[in-house]
């Protein structure tokens, strides 16, 4: 079983659609939660974190957390062609891991007009 | 502009050479990281440090090997010990308070000809 698992993709919307992005991790003691955009030959780019219990919003974007079921989500509002890009989950386990992150294989997103 | 910078952008290798990928953080952090992201994949960590003079082994350490003298640097040498170099590198810091995100260098494309 992989420590972090995205659902596979590539997943596609009509644009002004909401885009649901959906990640399940392995290790239960998981403290943080990071949702990266990755655009096709660049490097990713921190979008949201989450470190509670619920929801966070930032502008058109929604990071939900369940620490029961180990799942944590990026909801994508009024979807634009411009979000059109892999999208990173990471976990940080904390304990010893020194920041270390554990990636997901990443979801491919395509917002068509 | 605080940042960080990678180099080169594109590097191109000859099967027996080791090559050295630059790595430079103006931000004041503490901790760096090498990953390495290979086409339709996540990101697998190479090595971390968290502080001068020291770094740690990472998921898939064999054939690289890194150094890290001052806060702002940590280069990463791909030896030739490294069967299948060709990939994405991708460097990263982050301070070491915080809930542990992580940013990005812009990348290096390494190819092995």
């Known amino acids: 079983q992989k420590e972090v698992e995205q659902n596979s993709g590539p997943l596609s919307v009509p644009e002004g659609a909401i885009a649901s992005l959906n990640c399940t991790y392995s290790?239960?003691?998981?403290?943080?939660f990071f949702w990266y955009r990755q655009y096709s030959g660049k490097s990713p780019e921190l979008i949201m974190f989450?470190?509670?219990?619920g929801d966070k919003e930032d502008g058109r974007f929604t990071a939900q957390l369940n620490k029961a079921s180990q799942y944590v989500s990026l909801l994508i509002r009024d979807s634009q062609p411009s979000d059109s890009a892999t999208y990173l989950c990471?976990?940080?386990?904390?304990?010893?891991?020194?920041?270390?992150?554990?990636f997901g294989q990443g979801t491919i997103l395509t917002v068509h007009p | 502009d605080g940042g960080i910078t990678q180099s080169p952008k594109y590097l191109f290798r000859k099967e027996g050479q080791n090559v050295t990928l630059s790595c430079e953080q103006n931000?004041?952090?503490?901790?760096m990281y090498w990953y390495r992201q290979d086409p339709g994949q996540g990101l697998r960590l190479i090595y971390y440090?968290?502080?001068?003079?020291?770094?740690q082994k990472g998921d898939i350490a064999e054939g690289y090997s890194v150094s890290r003298e001052k806060k702002e640097s940590f280069p990463l040498t791909v030896t030739s010990a490294q069967k299948n170099p060709t990939a994405f590198y991708l460097c990263?810091?982050?301070?070491?308070?915080?809930?542990?995100?992580?940013?990005f260098g812009p990348g290096t494309r390494l190819t092995v000809l």
């Open positions: 990263a810091s982050r301070l070491w308070t915080g809930y542990n995100e992580q940013f």
């Open positions: 290790d239960r003691g998981s403290q943080s």
């Open positions: 989450i470190y509670s219990n």
């Open positions: 990471a976990v940080f386990a904390g304990g010893t891991s020194y920041g270390k992150l554990t």
């Open positions: 931000l004041n952090h503490d901790a």
């Open positions: 440090s968290q502080i001068v003079n020291d770094f």
